[in-house]
């Protein structure tokens, strides 16, 4: 049951509006007209709800299902108890996302510029923006329509932040070029200095930072994350990017689309991701390296080397899944003897 007092609920639906949404088809005709209120999950759904049923490993708790309705699979369907509408849907999973847009919305602050907040008379404020208590936002700021801008947080003197996005409580933005459709959650440091330093009569000298970061559309930063800027060329994220929490992304990375970096992960200055890379938490990469479109990284592994599209590598060294598996088998036969 989703609690209102965080979410919007955009009102009841008919079993058969629910089965439209989900693209999903109704095998009970006569339940058509059954009325939905809410959303919830397989064990704790009941009378007027729906929930969804997708795994397999859970097909003998299907008997027990008490919602009104249940999208899952025509594998699954012949689990789910008897009394309960069943929507035959491909992908259970995208059927739900659609459900939730349908019937539930995030509660929005209202547009307008909080009194304690402090705006630079050089920045730029698009249309239908929220700008909360106590943000700060610098001279020749370009902030585009309808972006929220949470309490606390800081958008350095140059920033561009494209419409729609939203920079939660407590993040720093600067030295960054920022699309549209962008989510910074709370406690992001995008900008930062890289970490550079050369070492002169034993004395660790800083070096300048001279670069930017270049964010595309749709890109999610995850809380506490530190996306740091270039030295001298650009850090950049690519369009569809996820950065998950607690995660550090150096100076001169260069990610292309549709990244997924799970949280904790750390990659070291000027890797090159292609499209989709995929890299599990905890993981950990050198420098200079290149990692091809596709590939996925195993949780926390080590990478030191490149790594071809589509590999599958885990393990430090990260190897090859196969051999990474071999490993495991010689040291476990070989430590019984």
């Known amino acids: 049951m989703v609690d209102t007092r965080f979410f919007i609920h955009k009102g009841k639906l008919t079993v058969a509006k629910v089965a439209e949404i989900c693209g999903a088809e109704l095998q009970t005709s006569d339940k058509a007209d059954e009325v939905i209120n809410d959303i919830n999950t397989m064990f ?48 259970p999973k995208l059927a739900a996302l659609k459900l939730n847009e349908a019937m539930y919305a995030e509660k929005r602050p209202a547009a307008g510029i909080a009194k ?15 700008i909360a208590d106590y943000a700060v936002i610098g001279a020749n700021v370009k902030i585009g329509k309808n972006t929220i801008v949470g309490p606390f947080a800081v958008i350095m003197e140059g920033c561009v932040i494209g419409d729609n996005c939203r920079l ?3 993040c720093y933005v600067s030295y960054t070029i920022m699309g549209n459709n962008c989510y910074i959650y709370n406690g ?47 850090t950049i994220i690519g369009d569809g990017c996820r950065i998950d929490n607690l995660s550090q992304v150096a100076h001169n990375d260069k990610m292309g689309r549709g990244c997924i970096i799970v949280a904790q992960t750390g990659i070291a200055g000027s890797c090159t991701f292609g499209d ?27 990478v030191m080397r490149d790594i071809e599209p589509g590999t599958v590598v885990i393990g430090t060294p990260a190897v090859p899944f196969k ?15």
């Open 323 to 337: 051999d990474y598996m071999r490993q495991v088998s010689f040291l476990q036969k070989n430590s019984k003897k």
């Open 168 to 170: 939660g409580a407590h």
């Open 44 to 91: 704790a759904a009941d009378k007027g709800e729906v929930c969804f049923f997708y795994d397999r490993k859970k097909k003998a708790q299907g008997a027990e299902i008490k919602a009104t309705a249940c999208v899952t699979t025509a594998d699954l369907a012949q689990f789910v108890a008897s009394g309960v509408a069943i929507l035959i849907a491909d992908d």
């Open 276 to 302: 989709y890379v995929v890299c599990g938490g905890q993981s950990g990469f050198a420098d200079h390296l290149n990692v091809g479109s596709g590939a996925q990284v195993g949780a926390q592994s080590g």
């Open 188 to 234: 992001a440091r995008l900008g930062q200095d890289g970490f550079g330093f050369q070492t002169i009569n034993g004395v660790h000298k800083r070096i300048p930072q001279l670069g930017r970061v270049i964010m595309g559309n749709d890109i999610e930063i995850g809380s506490c994350s530190c996306v740091d800027r270039g030295a001298l060329g650009d």
């Open 116 to 130: 304690t907040a402090v705006i630079d008379p050089a920045a730029e404020i698009g249309e239908g923006c929220s």
